[in-house]
């Protein structure tokens, strides 16, 4: 199997026909498979992907018997594609160019240096409206490996990737990781690999931006709760200054958790992300950082 598509979905009735009809429209030279991973939503998202798993045999819509969240649900869909390369694409976004997979696999066949390609996004809202032409903005250039692994990431939807480094990053996301931000560590975890490509000739693929969306649909607590947890799993990944970056990101996490946290949150849960704050904050010497969070802290208990 020369590739695969990792299609992940929940509660996206409305848009994933689009998804799956811009994976299927590809003009390609190989073989290839689509992975999707329905996460038992409440919608009619799961009857369509039926659909096209029974009408289309490179479609494989894996069995389910219980919701298993964002993390798991990626780790699941990953580890089942079985392709020389990796396409992504979430069942509210959609391809717009027909050899897209083809341009992509043709130059990583012919660079082993890269670990994946990337291009450019447009970003609309969930009726269809143009928010930004560019999810990429500025950055329309290679990513270094270093880059990559400092953080610097392009848009899930847009990227290809080698299948040859995932065995032993999903090992470590089994051992270590159960949070939301799964791209993030993976493209992380893929910069020890190789850089990444940007190819401008791929015509933009489509963002869409909206509230119900699984990331979306998280308050701010909840997500830099799992920032927290995703930069803690990173920085046992790593040593030297990456390992102090991913620190710093540690620590600015739990700075925004400590002072944001709504007064009816369980204090239990609070008081142990608050314990944890100020241990790292005197172990790493950030006795500023201290200070203005204790502050906000100490008020949030008295109003």
Not at 101 to 110: A, H, M, N, P, R
Not at 162 to 187: S, W
Request: glycine share 6%.
């Amino acid at each position: 199997m020369k590739l695969s598509v990792f299609v992940v979905t929940y509660n996206q009735e409305k848009y994933i026909r689009q998804c799956l009809d811009s994976i299927l429209m590809q003009k390609v030279d190989f073989d290839y498979e689509v992975v999707i991973g329905e996460d038992h939503g409440t919608d009619g998202t799961r009857a369509i992907c039926e659909e096209y798993a029974a009408k289309y045999p490179q479609v494989r819509l894996l069995p389910l018997k219980e919701r298993l969240g964002i993390a798991r649900n990626w780790q699941r869909v990953l580890s089942e594609c079985k392709g020389e390369y990796i396409a992504m694409c979430e069942g509210d976004d959609y391809w717009t160019d027909e050899k897209k997979l083809q341009k992509q696999v043709s130059f990583l066949d012919e660079n082993n240096e890269y670990v994946m390609s990337f291009h450019d996004a447009t970003i609309i809202d969930e009726n269809g409206n143009v928010i930004s032409e560019s999810k990429q903005g500025d950055w329309k250039k290679d990513i270094s490996s270093e880059e990559l692994i400092l953080g610097n990431h392009p848009s899930t939807q847009t990227v290809t990737f080698r299948q040859n480094a995932l065995p032993l990053i999903l090992e470590r996301m089994r051992k270590g990781y159960r949070y939301n931000n799964g791209d993030t560590v993976l493209f992380t975890l893929l910069g020890k690999y190789g850089n990444a490509k940007y190819q401008s000739e791929i015509t933009n693929s489509v963002w869409r931006n909206h509230s119900s969306a699984a990331w979306s649909a998280i308050n701010n607590i909840e997500k830099d709760i799992s920032g927290y947890h995703t930069y803690t799993f990173l920085q046992k990944q790593y040593t030297g200054e990456t390992r102090k970056k991913y620190l710093n990101a540690r620590l600015n996490k739990l700075s925004r958790i400590v002072q944001n946290t709504p007064g009816n949150r369980m204090y239990k849960e609070l008081f142990l992300y608050y314990l944890r704050f100020i241990f790292l904050s005197i172990a790493h010497g950030r006795i500023v950082l201290l200070w203005k969070t204790n502050k906000g802290f100490i008020y949030n208990l008295l109003k």
